[in-house]
């Protein structure tokens, strides 16, 4: 899909320019509402009052002189340039929880090295950089050095309270405990401590003797756990296992990875989370995680959007076999009406952007998100690679860095590759295609995700694509992986999982 749409995707916005479709998007009134705010101990004033919706904090454009932080409005006004003190540049999506395009903080937080959190409808933001010491309301501050991590989001690294407190010390008084050699060049891993906040939110911190890259952040394949990968380290503690006394988790534990130089912290889950890491200015690396932003809601409560891609004079990508033409509307309309019926099944409560061939306008379909007062969208879609017969498999993007649409979509990527027989090429950050994202996404005021099923131009996967029995297997995977995302505890057996097994020799035949 990616190459062959790029002429299509520039014809269809031209449509949209010409329809001048006025695109309103607003969160349900009852999930958002304005929040008193405060950076370094400084009142935020600003032209118009700063959201909060349960899980991330909208900012006003006009409060970032608050972080010393000047910005560009792009030409598609959905995006701005930041630009930091020290020059370096960043382009931030923008979101659009009211009548005005705003800031979503845990898109900003990464580039200010910020935590913040919420509590009797006041804000608090904290600029961890140990320069930012003072905030300047009416010009940025000469702040030197850019920030490196992703996103923050809940309190900051020293919090009110604690819950599971698994600080070990290194050495007490008196203790002869033979400590680890550490090769040169290892950094090395001091303490490991959990910090509960409340239910939705806790973090991880793990302190290093000097500062290192950040960790890879992981789900295992059976979306069971988080593994944290700390590359060149090496565990200098005497506990390694703790217990914990959390909605997210039931327990951690630190061990060296095999033939690796490379230390692994397990997270074992109770349910899907959201997370971010960034590190701060005392070499400590912190994993934050929270409930997804509509996760919890049962699924009878639940409220979808179910787009299936293209349609009418856009027909997608396309092959041609055996003197027919595979349009990708075609088949992305099958799949999105099984998952629509399955959804329906599960009684939640969908709508879908088209349900016949079709055309609908790119920003036509993210906005009925506002018109219905949605909980999710998801965008059913065909992958080609022209050039590449072999490329192959599930691919599901959320948009640039939004935590929440990328717990679905890990979420939807595990849960389609254990029937489907289709590889896993995960869960991808849309901002690997085009700069500002794909346009369904970046449009999205709730977690949304765009689902490649599969790829039109691999023969192996045609034939997958066209076969009934897969196109329903993919449905339901992709509905329990919605599942899997709002109902809180994991789902290790997607439904119907006893049925695929039985039926995939014959899928795997089909598909020479």
């Known amino acids: 899909m990616r190459i062959r749409k790029k002429s299509r995707d520039s014809f269809v916005f031209i449509l949209v320019v010409v329809s001048t479709l006025v695109w309103t998007t607003a969160l349900a009134a009852d999930t958002i509402h304005p929040v008193e705010c405060r950076v370094q101990g400084v009142e935020v004033n600003t032209s118009q009052s700063v959201l909060w919706d349960g899980s991330d904090l909208f900012l006003p454009l006009d409060s970032l002189k608050y972080f010393q932080v000047d910005f ?17 540049q960043a382009d931030i999506p923008l979101a659009k929880p009211s009548k005005d395009f705003m ?33 300047n309301t009416q010009s940025p501050m000469n702040v030197q050095g850019s920030v490196s991590g992703s ?15 698994m600080t070990t010390p290194i050495a007490e008084s008196g203790n002869t405990m033979a400590l680890p050699v550490v090769p040169p060049g290892d950094s090395i891993i001091q303490n490991v401590q959990w910090v509960t906040n409340d ?5 991880i911190i793990i302190s290093m003797d000097r500062p290192v890259p950040l960790p890879k952040v992981v789900f295992s394949p059976d979306m069971n756990s988080l593994e944290i990968n700390i590359p060149k380290s090496i565990a200098q503690i005497p506990v390694k296992q703790w217990t914990i006394d959390h909605p997210f988790a039931t327990s951690m534990a630190l061990s060296s990875l095999p033939n690796s130089d490379n230390t692994q912290l397990q997270v074992q889950l109770k349910q899907t989370v959201a997370y971010g890491e960034y590190r701060d200015a005392n070499n ?26 293209h349609g009418g004079i856009d027909t997608g990508c396309h092959a041609f076999v055996d003197g027919h033409n595979i349009d990708e509307k075609t088949l992305t309309l099958k799949i999105a009406k099984l998952l629509n019926q399955d959804l329906i099944d599960d009684d939640v409560t969908t709508w879908m952007t088209r349900t016949t061939d079709t055309y609908v306008g790119l920003y036509e379909r993210p906005a009925l998100e506002s018109k219905y007062n949605a909980d999710l969208f998801v965008s059913i879609h065909i992958d080609d690679c022209p050039g590449n017969d072999h490329a192959s498999g599930t691919s599901v993007y959320y948009h640039m860095n939004d935590p929440s649409s990328r717990a679905l979509a890990i979420s939807i990527a595990n849960s389609v590759a ?40 691999n023969p192996k996967d045609r ?8 196109q329903a297997i993919v449905a339901q995977a992709i509905c329990d992986g919605i599942r899997n995302y709002v109902d809180g505890p994991l789902h ?3 439904s119907g999982s006893s049925d695929v097994a039985a039926n995939d020799v014959t899928l795997k035949d089909t598909a020479k």
Do not use: W
């Open 492 to 494: 290790t057996n997607p």
């Open 103 to 135: 800031v979503p903080m845990s898109a900003l937080a990464r580039y200010i090295h910020a935590t913040y959190s919420v509590a009797n409808n006041v804000c608090t933001i904290t600029l961890n950089n140990p320069t930012n010491t003072n905030v």
């Open 72 to 88: 560009q409005i792009n030409k598609s006004d959905d995006s701005i340039t930041i630009i930091l003190p020290d020059k370096s």
């Open 151 to 165: 996103y923050s989001i809940g309190s900051p690294a020293t919090p009110k309270s604690t819950g599971t407190n």
């Open 463 to 470: 034939t997958k694509l066209l076969n009934p029995k897969v």
């Open 284 to 309: 400590n690396i912190i994993i934050n995680l929270f409930s997804p932003r509509r996760s919890g809601i049962p699924m009878n409560q639940l409220r979808i959007i179910v787009d299936p891609g």
């Open 199 to 203: 239910s939705h939110h806790a973090q």
């Open 418 to 457: 254990k029937v489907s027989g289709l590889p896993e090429r995960g869960a991808l950050s849309d901002s690997i295609l085009y700069h500002t994202g794909l346009a369904v996404l970046r449009k999205s005021v709730v977690p949304a995700v765009l689902v490649e099923v599969g790829y039109i131009n």
